[in-house]
């Protein structure tokens, strides 16, 4: 007897970091030898960068749209980041999962939490969730990368910096942890991550036997 249920549902990969550790450079890599993995186009209210696409990197809506979909229940999680709204629709997520697609998402760590806290009560959430967090080698290294990269203010660097131990307080929350020392090997660890979940026994279904 043949199913057309998945021979296991997929993963739903929550990546977040702390500022300035190169969380998009490594997801940007990873997305791109990963294929199969699918993304999550999330809403915001900030406008679209040099580059960016409407319903490629984000979708762009109106700060008054986002609170009628925050009302209509449409967000797993959202939250304000830098003074926009950003959140991830369940029509972008919910579906696919149960069909065997794994999800990619790089979100911010309120939102990750708030998947964790959904997951408590939504059993196929809990199965799916994977929470990876990733971390600069240490705060000398951070500090050293914030003077390097930018223009910022001696104040404004060390706002970063007290902002970036305070995220970084919150790895425990997080079952995996990345270290981005060196950027090939952070790469290569979180794509070694993924496969082994993929292998992980909870989410095979259980007609796998029957297919
Ligand atoms: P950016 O404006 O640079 O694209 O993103 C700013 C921050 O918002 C990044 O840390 C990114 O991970 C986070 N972010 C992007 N999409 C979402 C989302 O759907 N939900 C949450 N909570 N954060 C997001």
Do not use: W
Request: glycine content about 6%; proline content about 3%.
């Amino acid at each position: 007897m043949t199913s057309d249920l998945p021979k296991r549902l997929g993963i739903l990969i929550v990546v977040s970091g702390a500022s300035g550790t190169g969380k998009s450079t490594i997801c940007t890599q990873v997305r791109k030898d990963m294929p199969t993995l699918g993304f999550s186009v999330s809403c915001t209210t900030r406008p679209p960068r040099q580059g960016e696409k409407d319903a490629v990197d984000y979708y762009y809506i109106s700060k008054k749209e986002f609170e009628k979909r925050i009302e209509a229940g449409a967000f797993i999680e959202y939250a304000e980041v830098f003074s926009n709204y950003y959140g991830t629709l369940k029509s972008e997520v919910m579906d696919r999962i149960k069909a065997g697609k794994d999800i990619f998402l790089d979100i911010d760590i309120q939102g990750a939490m708030q998947i964790q806290q959904a997951a408590e009560n939504d059993a196929l959430l809990k199965k799916c969730c994977e929470f990876i967090f990733i971390m600069p080698p240490s705060m000398n290294e951070l500090e050293e990368r914030l003077r390097g990269r930018s223009t910022d203010s001696e104040e404004q660097i060390k706002q970063r910096l007290k902002k970036a131990e305070k995220e970084i307080s919150f790895r425990h929350k997080y079952e995996h942890l990345i270290v981005n020392d060196k950027l090939e090997r952070a790469v290569s660890e979180m794509e070694n991550l993924i496969r082994d979940m993929r292998l992980n026994a909870k989410r095979m279904t259980e007609n796998m036997c029957n297919v």
